[in-house]
């Protein structure tokens, strides 16, 4: 019998393992691709404490080799339903069921694509969706921030401290994000705002060196020669299997605090999928270790 399933094997969930397997929990890793999560498609991670450079890829790897050593298992499969009835969690999958008496969702979140036909080609090669993690590898360059909520804001000004220019790309011409950061950004003369527009094509050979955006409400088509293109147009949570399992925010994250702990007895939420501000390797990682250690105090208290 399982003490506790995982969902996910994301960065959250594999160190969710690796502390579940240490304090003793017979553990179920569910997992419906690589192993590894977001970070994988990263071939630079430069900001994991004392780690100074390395891939996602390769992070990931280690982090599911010292799960799988300490005794983790793991399935790879899909996970379509969850139901929870006398203290037991039923996890349905496209190949099957698992029960155990705890449960951490660790299903993390995706970023919102533009959707543009290079987009994926570009990745890691020009176009990211963090500038927390990648903002240092455009230092003294041209890049463009794409949205108009608060993280594109916040983007844009941590990218004016780092890179010769900031277009920040909004397709309206107002911002959804905070009028102070709108402010705070006209302050800085190598922000230059393109409003009413939207990014149509990407170009460049083995990277990018372009975004062409339109104006439109003009048709005015412009070229901005940019090394890096920060998409901020959201994300979104991988939660919708579990949405009826405990209360969830207005954008689909799992309610919990700090401790990882949601309005259900035994549920944990770990890394991005839940409600937070900082959605980093380092906090989902945190966030694991905590799920894990409250899962096994919550199997013992009952
Ligand atoms: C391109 C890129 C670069 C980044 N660079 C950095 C960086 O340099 N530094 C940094 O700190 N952060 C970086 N981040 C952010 C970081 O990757 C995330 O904060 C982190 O991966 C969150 O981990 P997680 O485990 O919560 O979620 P995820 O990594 O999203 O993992 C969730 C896992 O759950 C699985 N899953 C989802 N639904 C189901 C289901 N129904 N059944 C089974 N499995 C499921 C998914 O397949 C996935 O493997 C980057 C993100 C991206 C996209």
């Known amino acids: 019998m399982l003490d506790l399933i995982i969902v996910g094997a994301g960065t959250a969930g594999l160190s969710a393992a690796i502390y579940a397997t240490r304090a003793g929990l017979s553990t179920l ?24 450079h390395t891939s996602g890829a390769e992070l990931a790897q280690g982090m599911y080799q010292q799960a799988e050593d300490l005794g983790a298992q793991f399935a790879f499969e899909t996970v379509e339903s969850v139901e929870e ?29 533009l959707g543009l036909a290079e987009e994926q080609r570009f990745t890691g090669r020009g176009v990211s969706y963090c500038a927390t993690c990648d903002g240092m590898f455009f230092k003294g360059r041209p890049v463009a921030v794409v ?10 000004e941590v990218l004016a401290g780092i890179c010769s ?11 959804r994000g905070e009028h102070a950061q709108v402010e705070r950004l006209r302050t800085h003369a190598n922000v230059e705002f393109v409003l009413d527009s939207v990014v149509t094509a990407l170009e460049g050979e083995d990277k990018l060196q372009a975004a062409v955006v339109e104006n439109r409400k003009t048709g005015e088509v412009r070229r901005l020669e940019v090394d890096g293109l920060f998409v901020a147009v959201g994300q979104i949570p991988q939660n919708q299997p579990f949405a009826h399992l405990a209360e969830t925010d207005a954008q689909g994250y799992l309610k919990a605090g700090e401790d990882c702990r949601t309005s259900r007895p035994g549920l944990f939420a770990a890394g991005d999928g839940r409600t937070k501000t900082v959605r980093q390797l380092v906090t989902a990682a945190a966030d694991g270790a905590v799920a894990a250690l409250g899962a096994a105090e919550y199997l013992r208290s009952r």
């Open 147 to 156: 949205g108009g909520g608060n993280t594109a804001l916040e983007d844009a």
């Open 85 to 113: 009835e006398g203290g037991l969690y039923t996890v349905r999958t496209d190949a099957g069921t698992h029960t155990a008496p705890a449960l951490i969702l660790a299903t993390g979140a995706q970023n919102r694509p």
């Open 165 to 175: 220019t900031v277009y920040l790309v909004h397709r309206r011409d107002q911002f």
């Open 29 to 52: 890793v569910i997992e419906r691709a690589m192993y590894g999560g977001q970070i994988t498609v990263s071939p630079e991670v430069d900001n994991y404490p004392g780690i100074p």
